[in-house]
């Protein structure tokens, strides 16, 4: 009898020859010897066909070109997708904070804004935002027609960016509707559809996301202001998107007035509450779904995994401390005070994903809950300040989207970690990262975000009040807001004949 641990006997080794055991020991040997090699390879090509940081002398094959390619299309496919998923959200969000005589004029509005705009931005829209021309207005590819296969240096075809960016465009219009619910005329809807959808939207996207946009070039040589040294940037559409939206919601909702009946806090009253706030909490929690759209899949890169993985990430942490700063101050400061608001809570939560998806990806997720819990408190005193100012915004769409968007956009000047720089269809490109002034101490990005983003809000406020004036001064029932005894009696029956719900 052998002890385990002692030297093998020669009778053990002449067993072992004799028997089969010494070829499997040599078949388990060559086995690993050949895994080894695998992973070896592995390791030599993968990086350069998946994710690594791009540098200037790095080259690909063909092959590897198409690989990234298709994989950079499948993910900005899966992402406008997700985003457009959001309409489903703004739907529920803004029929749960309406009354319920409203909320089939919510549906239907929602409903013909999305067709609307598919159809806008396929022919007219696409072409003033994305094609070059000069600094103010893209100036070719109208109904897609002369486009190039793929968009600019992407790889991405131009078909698939732009449902992309037309889901993008449906989101900004949908903005809008919340903050004119319960007395807009579904005609004059239409029209100011018609004005953000083709018009204010893209040409004022162009100056931020378009190839020759004067913000988007802003600080270089031969371009506006270029001692700046600084760009405007905007990853996501903190302000291209929401803040144009919320801005516009806020020059519609002061040409229309209050609701018939809004007693404002200043006058004895408050806020009219929603009619069914399960339907607005799922809808947050849908948008917050379709911001993972929103946010990642602006890299419009799925080989870019750590950008995409950390964008996802910030996105997650602005959103909750954003909700949770909004429920504390209304527990400890709002009117119900010592209870918890379900509404605003819900409005925290969207104010941390709007302000988050402008910075989204250069800053840490440190900064990310940061800025996102200032957004919660941003929207809360945006809420109290319209209340004062007596402006009717049902779902708080200036707070949320306006106002929460100026702060996310100005926040990458302040949060911006310096680690990051640009994304890319091969991977990040770090060479050059963007820093903040709390990270850095540089104010230079700070300056280009201040004035990049006012400009937008400005230039936004002006022409879409300018806007719905003249709609206004239509005669009904094409003017904005329907007569007295439609919206006393309820926008549903009278406008939409039918109810949302049918008494059984």
């Not at 690993?32 to 390879?41: D, E, N, T």
């Not at 804004?113 to 070719?140: E, P, Q, V």
């Not at 964008?311 to 949770?324: P, R």
């Not at 091969?426 to 004035?451: E, R």
């Amino acid at each position: 009898m052998e002890l385990i641990g002692t030297t093998p006997t020669p009778n053990f080794i002449e067993r072992f020859i004799k028997g089969k055991n010494w070829r499997l020991g040599i078949t388990i040997f060559t086995g690993k010897i050949l895994g080894l090699l695998v992973v070896l390879a592995a390791m030599k090509l993968l990086p350069g066909m998946i994710a690594t940081p791009a540098s200037a002398g790095e080259t690909y094959t063909p092959h590897e070109t198409m690989l990234m390619n298709t994989a950079n299309t499948m993910w900005t496919l899966v992402a406008a997708f997700l985003v457009f998923g959001m309409q489903a959200g703004f739907v529920m969000l803004e029929a749960g904070f309406a009354r319920q005589r409203e909320t089939v004029n919510v549906l239907m509005e929602c409903l013909f804004d999305t067709c609307l705009c598919g159809l806008l931005f396929w022919a007219i829209g696409y072409a003033f935002m994305f094609s070059d021309g000069s600094g103010f207005i893209g100036k070719h590819w109208y109904f897609l027609q002369g486009a190039p296969d793929t968009y600019l240096t992407t790889g991405i075809p131009v078909i698939a960016h732009w449902i992309f960016q037309y889901a993008f465009a449906d989101t900004c219009s949908t903005i809008v509707s919340g903050a004119m619910i319960g007395r807009t005329s579904f005609r004059g809807d239409i029209l100011y559809s018609i004005g953000i959808t083709g018009f204010i939207y893209p040409i004022i996207g162009h100056w931020a996301w378009g190839p020759d946009g004067f913000l988007a070039l802003m600080g270089s040589t031969g371009n506006w202001m270029p001692s700046l040294g600084q760009g405007f940037r905007d990853f996501a559409g903190s302000t291209v998107v929401h803040t144009i939206g919320g801005i516009a919601s806020l020059a519609g909702a002061l040409v229309l007035g209050p609701r018939l009946g809004r007693v404002f806090k200043r006058d004895g009253g408050g806020p009219m509450s929603g009619h069914n706030m399960t339907l607005g909490a799922i809808g947050t929690f849908i948008l917050w779904f379709g911001w993972y759209g929103f946010n990642p899949g602006s890299t419009l890169s799925a080989v870019d995994m750590q950008g995409i993985g950390r964008v996802a990430t910030n996105t997650t942490l602005a959103a909750c401390a954003g909700g949770m700063v909004a429920m504390y101050f209304g527990l400890w400061f709002g009117d119900t005070k010592g209870k918890f608001d379900v509404g605003l809570t819900c409005n925290g939560v969207l104010g941390g994903l709007v302000a988050i998806t402008c910075p989204c990806y250069w800053v840490d997720p440190l900064g990310a809950v940061v800025l996102g819990g200032i957004a919660g408190l941003v929207v809360y005193l945006g809420i109290l300040l319209l209340e004062y100012l007596r402006i009717d915004d049902p779902i708080g769409a200036v707070p949320v989207h306006g106002f929460a968007g100026l702060w996310g956009t100005i926040s990458l000047g302040l949060f911006a970690s310096g680690k990051y720089g640009a994304t890319g269809p091969t991977g990040a490109d770090n060479s050059a990262p963007v820093a903040g002034l709390f990270y850095h101490g540089d104010a230079s990005v700070l300056k280009a975000q201040l004035i990049g983003t006012f400009t937008i809000a400005i230039a936004t406020f002006v022409v879409t009040f300018v806007m719905m004036w003249l709609i206004k001064l239509l005669p009904n029932p094409w003017g904005l807001r329907v007569e007295k005894h439609i919206e006393e009696g309820g926008l549903d029956l009278l406008e939409h004949g039918t109810v949302a719900y049918p008494a059984q």
